[in-house]
């Protein structure tokens, strides 16, 4: 069974939010962090900050979930976010990525 996460990076506290999903957390978070795809919207905006997860078991529902928060108002996200993380803290802080190996390459 896979493990499906609707994640929320940012930049800074109530800065700028950008909601994905993702079947491998760690390795779209350092994507994010080392600007992978440097014309992206978190690369432009510098969101590198993982600010908020959910897991889900299924992968429609975690599309679902996350095409559902996209369109809900500011106010909302702010509000889920500080449930979980009242300050904002960057919660892969503490992770150890391999930043020398990338899951596109084989």
Known sequence: M???YVYIMSNKPNGIIYIGVT???EE???EHK???YPNSFTAKYNCNKLIYFEELTEAEDAYNREK???KWK???KIKLIENMNPSWM???LNWNFNMNKFRHEK
Do not use: A, E
């Open 74 to 76: 500011r106010d909302w």
């Open 28 to 30: 779209r978070v350092k």
């Open 23 to 25: 079947n491998n957390i």
């Open 68 to 70: 559902r928060m996209k």
């Open 34 to 36: 080392l600007k992978l």
């Open 90 to 92: 960057d919660l892969s």
């Open 2 to 4: 896979n493990i499906w």
